[in-house]
């Protein structure tokens, strides 16, 4: 059989593994078998590299991914599930830079490409870039390396700025211009992720990951087409499209547009929205106990304070004794809970939690009128019910779970303050909520020792 008929099949293949592989991520039950597939496609699309004629540097490539695979392994097996998202973070970084790295080297060996081509090239350097450096922004907030929101005076104005004097630049290399050019296109765009990003704090991090995510992948593909690489072009499409597409589902999940999220984020120093009145009503872990020992339904809603606190195995292990009682629990998700899209699903499963127990905002909203108890774990705005009420707030109109419409409301928080956004919660102050206060690893230990002493 001809070689390169030989290659071009073997890149139809890949493209099959990939594709299936991400179609049987969308669900939890299906996704190990997904990341299967979609790995043996990307082994599939190495080899095939390996085998391309005219193809050499063969010991660097190899140490590469030996360096690069040994790194990915050790980091996967030492990092824990609560650390998850700057992971993702990160990594996402690494392919937008390395396809703008790829870019770059184009560009410096002095390869000559059509106008189209090279356009391309130039875009996929841009998008790549942006997302290189706005992911490490990424990871310094979620690792608490950068503690709080940045925002230049004039952002958006210094925003647009440095976006048309890296667009100027790249019609610059399209042209042939020299390579100070390129050097500052390089430094411009990686700038622009920087300023791009820093503002953006906490609440909308689910949202800007996923962003980002779609970045490299495009990225990624229009290097691949610089390259006539279909691995890397397909890809690179597949992720770009899904990371898009995640990105809408999540903004709507929010009701802010892209650009809102972008341009005018929940930074942490959140303004506006009517003064809470009312008083935190504390319930002690007998309490609490005692109100979802004795229910018929609970419902549990995580949030990024359980997975700071590591206490999913805790959760698990509290349901399974009040299922052995005789009550229904369920988990309720929210889509942009967490700091990552799908985080709260993630660590749940690791605890061992059922999937058939795990419900979306619009699977299980309706269920909280009829449920006796909802225990807020952690989570904040994804639960505040001004998002229905305060025209004036900042999270208005956000879909939220409606926590606040079960009969009693338990709200476990290490302390008294106001969430990522720095809205203050008016659920906290309801009369049918009791905040139950502590570590939630501390807090669920005790009420489990209290569940245990009610079921002798």
């Given at each position: 059989?001809?070689?390169e008929l030989l ?12 594709i ?7 669900s939890?039950?299906?996704?190990k078998?997904?990341?299967v ?7 599939l699309?190495?080899l ?15 140490g590469?991914?030996?360096?690069g695979?040994?790194l ?12 998850m ?6 990594y996402?970084g690494m392919?937008?830079g390395?396809?703008?790295?790829i870019?770059?080297?184009?560009f410096a060996?002095g390869e ?6 090279t ?33 230049l005076?004039?952002?958006n104005?210094?925003n ?20 100070q ?8 765009s990686?700038?622009?992720?920087v300023?791009l990003?820093?503002?953006?704090g906490?609440?909308?991090m ?7 995510n779609?970045?490299?992948g ?5 290097e ?9 072009i397909?890809?690179?499409?597949v ?12 903004a709507k ?12 984020p ?6 506006g ?7 935190m009503k504390?319930?002690?872990a007998?309490?609490a ?5 004795y229910a018929?339904?609970?419902i549990i809603v ?16 509290m349901?399974?004794?009040l299922?052995d009682?005789?009550?229904t629990?369920?988990f ?16 749940l499963?690791e605890?061992?939690?059922p999937y ?12 909280f009128?009829?449920?006796?108890v ?5 989570a ?6 001004v ?5 004036s707030s900042?999270i208005?109109g956000?879909?939220?779970l409606?926590?606040d419409?079960a ?5 476990n928080k290490?302390?008294k303050?106001a969430g990522?956004?720095?809205i203050e ?7 049918n ?22 079921q002798?």
């Amino acid at each position: 059989m001809n070689i390169e008929l030989l290659i071009q099949a073997s890149y139809f293949v890949v493209a099959i593994l990939f594709i299936l592989g991400l179609k049987a991520m969308a669900s939890p039950v299906t996704a190990k078998k997904g990341i299967v597939w979609a790995g043996v496609g990307m082994v599939l699309a190495t080899l095939i590299t390996f085998a391309t004629p005219g193809m050499g540097n063969y010991m660097l490539m190899i140490g590469a991914i030996v360096l690069g695979g040994g790194l990915a392994w050790y980091l996967g097996k030492v990092v824990k599930m609560t650390d998850m998202p700057q992971m993702v973070a990160i990594y996402n970084g690494m392919g937008g830079g390395a396809a703008a790295a790829i870019a770059a080297l184009e560009f410096a060996r002095g390869e000559t490409h059509d106008p189209v081509t090279t356009s391309l090239a130039v875009l996929g350097s841009l998008i790549g870039s942006v997302a290189f450096s706005g992911s490490c922004i990424a990871f310094a907030k979620l690792q608490g390396i950068m503690k709080k929101a940045w925002r230049l005076p004039g952002q958006n104005g210094i925003n647009l700025i440095l976006a048309l004097v890296a667009a100027g630049l790249g019609v610059a290399i399209v042209l042939g211009a020299n390579p100070q050019a390129l050097i500052a296109f390089f430094v411009i765009s990686l700038i622009l992720g920087v300023v791009l990003t820093s503002p953006i704090g906490g609440a909308d991090m689910p949202v800007v990951i996923s962003l980002l995510n779609a970045f490299t992948g495009l990225a990624v593909g229009f290097e691949g087409y610089v390259l006539h690489n279909p691995s890397l072009i397909i890809a690179g499409i597949v992720v770009g499209a899904s990371g898009t597409l995640l990105t809408q589902l999540m903004a709507k999940a929010m009701n802010r547009p892209i650009t809102n999220v972008i341009f005018t984020p929940i930074t942490g120093e959140a303004q506006g929205g009517s003064a809470v009145t009312g008083t935190m009503k504390e319930a002690g872990a007998h309490d609490a106990a005692a109100m979802m020992r004795y229910a018929q339904k609970v419902i549990i809603v995580p949030g990024y304070g359980m997975a700071v606190a590591g206490a999913q195995h805790k959760i698990w292990e509290m349901s399974k004794l009040l299922q052995d009682a005789g009550v229904t629990v369920k988990f309720a998700i929210h889509p942009v809970a967490g700091r990552m899209p799908g985080h709260m699903n993630v660590l749940l499963a690791e605890a061992g939690v059922p999937y058939d127990l795990i419900f979306d905002l619009e699977e299980i909203n309706e269920e909280f009128a009829t449920a006796d108890v909802a225990l807020v774990i952690g989570a904040n705005d994804v639960v505040n019910p001004v998002a229905r009420t305060d025209k004036s707030s900042p999270i208005y109109g956000m879909p939220i779970l409606n926590a606040d419409m079960a009969q009693n409301v338990i709200v476990n928080k290490r302390g008294k303050g106001a969430g990522y956004s720095g809205i203050e919660n008016a659920l906290f102050f309801g009369e049918n909520t009791r905040m139950l206060y502590g570590s939630a690893q501390q807090a669920i230990a005790e009420v489990i020792s209290a569940i245990k002493e009610m079921q002798g």
